[in-house]
């Protein structure tokens, strides 16, 4: 999912000058997925569609942290998200690995997934290996935390890809099953079956 129509211009402006402080940068991505939650996700959803969203509020949260930034107070900023039916974390082994796709990739390392406002290292590869190596140690900390769904992403990219999709499969059948199971006759007339929960009055947080 690009980034949102409201803040996607500021947020690529202000990663370029690197000058706002680390607070605002985070207001401004909290920022950008409000926006996209509230005119993107939300409306897909209310319409009977499937939202599939890279990364989600994880990778915000996790790179705040890393940041120095209140984990409590980073929380509560995203307070406001949905209840994902589910997690998918593309692990990959170690740094190294992302090291090899960076390169392949022939787009080289970038500023900010390379830690390099951190101070990390001499250069950006030394930065990059530190920054991605406690990336890792967040994500699999809130892996535990949230009951994310671990695939091992140091296969080929074929080889992901197709147990993703057959993750993603399965549970969108197992909503759809849910969705067409009608009340059996032996239920209780005194007992009206639960009428269907709206999207927007669900309570439930994803940081719960």
Do not use: C
Not at 35 to 45: F, K, Q, S, W, Y
Not at 106 to 116: K, L, N, V
Not at 128 to 152: A, C, P, W
């Amino acid at each position: 999912m690009t980034r949102s129509v409201l803040a996607g211009r500021g947020i690529k402006e202000a990663k370029t000058g690197h000058t706002l402080g680390r607070l605002t940068m985070q207001l401004f991505y909290a920022t950008d997925f409000m926006d996209r939650l509230e005119n993107e996700m939300l409306p897909a959803l209310r319409s009977g569609f499937v939202v599939l969203t890279d990364r989600y509020i994880y990778s915000a949260i996790a790179r705040a942290e890393l940041r120095g930034i209140d984990t409590a107070w980073i929380r509560s900023i995203y307070g406001m998200a949905l209840v994902p039916d589910a997690v998918f974390y593309l692990r990959i082994q170690s740094p190294q690995h992302l090291v090899e796709r960076v390169l392949a990739s022939g787009r080289g390392f970038d500023y900010w997934e390379s830690g390099m406002d951190l101070h990390l290292g001499e250069d950006f590869y030394d930065s990059f290996i530190e920054y991605q190596t406690r990336m890792l140690k967040v994500f699999d900390r809130m892996s535990d935390e949230f009951g994310f769904h671990v695939l091992n992403a140091s296969r080929s990219v074929r080889s992901v890809a197709s147990d993703l999709r057959r993750a993603v499969a399965k549970i969108v059948d197992a909503a759809s099953s849910e969705e067409t199971i009608q009340p059996t006759k032996t239920q209780s007339a005194e007992k009206p079956p639960t009428p269907p929960i709206e999207i927007a009055s669900v309570k439930k947080k994803a940081l719960s």
